[in-house]
């Protein structure tokens, strides 16, 4: 779908977000596993999170949807057997998650999605399947592995992604012997690892951790939890980066300064670029002011990369963004990808190995279509362009926001980007 975006200046704005994508596949997992009942409130409508929760529904969860929560009946740690078919969509959590409880199952579990999620590197699971002798099939056009893994030490990377220590982090719980997770190397994203502990802590697992090393007791038992998910952050982005480049002001209801997640980052962030940010009873505030480049690290907020390097072509001097790396491995390419589409607007990106380098500039008007290469982080990034440009703009393939925020282009308009019509 394409939607041709105008934008008319709005000075001082308001927005609400759905709840958090990252702390709902947890929340959805840990209930599932759970036994007994469990409530989760707010829970997000978006592809993502509705992967997760058909995955779980294979694995014999029952879910019950009100109004305003999900009544979730669990399984009480009893995984089925027999072979197992579970469509992951495009959702790179979902897949690391449920591999690491396929593994804790004796049959075959067949895993489908799109073809940019069984391309994704799986390599941390692959060692410990085949270090054990188990099938592990995976030729980046599809995947079947068969449990169920069995020891004592579980030693994966922590380099390439989290989302594998999350995955076993809670697995483990659930075989029969005690068990010793090591992470080697440098943990990515370890502050989504603490969101998975918080988790597993309201869900009674028992765990001790010293650095990037955990002790997991046996034979645990997840019990059922009432949650309330929280803002997602990564949504609400977009948004505090708009009214910074454009000093404008936007007020992020609900979403408070003691939110726990990873990317709060980005509002330290947007401070040391010259922006205000204040927490106040309502929610966030942000106001736009005149903005320098700086030096930011990417190394815990990976998903902050597209929308911070529009910023960056914003912002007097140069940007350098470091541990960017990783960003080649998501939906998309994203370096590569923003690249190209910030080089239609006469910004230069420059990517190296780890690091990305943008001086900011006055844009030029794309004389093509801006293309989200179905990537959502890519959509929301590509949509602010529009307030750096005189004339309209065609943004292309924007159904792929649907992933995280359906109805993101919907609350956009509130800060005065427009949808003017599909064309």
Not at 64 to 91: F, K, N, Q, W, Y
Not at 184 to 200: F, H, I, K, M
Request: a negative charge; one cysteine or more.
């Amino acid at each position: 779908m394409k939607l041709r975006l105008g934008y008319h200046p709005v000075s001082s704005w308001q927005v609400s977000v759905p709840a958090g994508k990252s702390q709902s596949h947890r929340a959805l997992i840990m209930a599932a596993l759970a036994d007994g009942t469990s409530t989760l409130e707010r829970l997000p409508d978006n592809d993502d999170v509705n992967a997760t929760r058909k995955c779980l529904e294979q694995l014999g969860a029952v879910f019950e949807t009100t109004e305003d929560h999900v009544t979730v009946h669990g399984i009480g740690g009893h995984l089925p057997e027999g072979e197992l078919r579970l469509d992951c969509g495009a959702s790179g959590s979902t897949l690391r998650f449920m591999i690491a409880l396929a593994g804790m199952r004796s049959g075959k579990t067949i895993f489908t999605g799109t073809d940019r999620l069984l391309a994704r590197p799986l390599d941390e699971y692959r060692g410990l399947f085949t270090g054990q002798g188990l099938v592990f099939d995976h030729d980046g056009t599809r995947l079947i592995v068969a449990g169920g893994l069995h020891g004592k030490l579980f030693s994966v990377s922590g380099e390439r992604s989290s989302q594998f220590v999350s995955g076993l982090l809670m697995a483990l719980p659930l075989m029969k012997e005690d068990t010793v997770l090591q992470v080697s190397g440098p943990l990515q994203s370890a502050s989504y690892v603490d969101l998975t502990e918080q988790y597993l802590s309201l869900a009674g697992i028992r765990y001790q951790r010293q650095d990037h090393c955990w002790q997991i007791p046996g034979n645990q038992t997840y019990q059922p939890l009432h949650a309330v998910i929280g803002p997602d952050v990564s949504s609400a982005a977009p948004f505090a980066v708009l009214a910074a480049m454009t000093k404008s002001e936007v007020l992020i209801s609900g979403l408070k300064a003691e939110t726990k997640h990873p990317d709060m980052r980005v509002f330290d962030i947007l401070q040391d670029m010259g922006a205000e940010v204040s927490f106040v009873s309502e929610g966030c505030l942000v106001r736009g002011r005149e903005l320098q480049g700086c030096t930011v690290d990417l190394g815990d907020c990976p998903d902050l990369g597209p929308v911070l390097f529009v910023l960056a072509g914003a912002a007097a001097g140069a940007t350098r963004f470091i541990h960017a790396g990783r960003l080649r491995y998501k939906e998309s390419d994203r370096l590569a990808v923003m690249a190209e589409e910030l080089a239609k607007c006469g910004i230069a990106m420059t990517v190296l190995d780890d690091e990305v380098m943008i001086e900011g500039q006055t844009p030029q008007q794309p004389e093509t279509e801006l293309d989200c290469h179905r990537d959502h982080r890519i959509a929301m990034a590509l949509s602010l362009m529009t307030a750096r440009l005189k004339e309209p703009v065609v943004l292309a393939g924007t159904e792929c926001i649907a992933k995280s925020y359906p109805d993101y282009f919907a609350v956009l308009e509130n800060s005065g980007i427009v949808n003017k019509g599909m064309v």
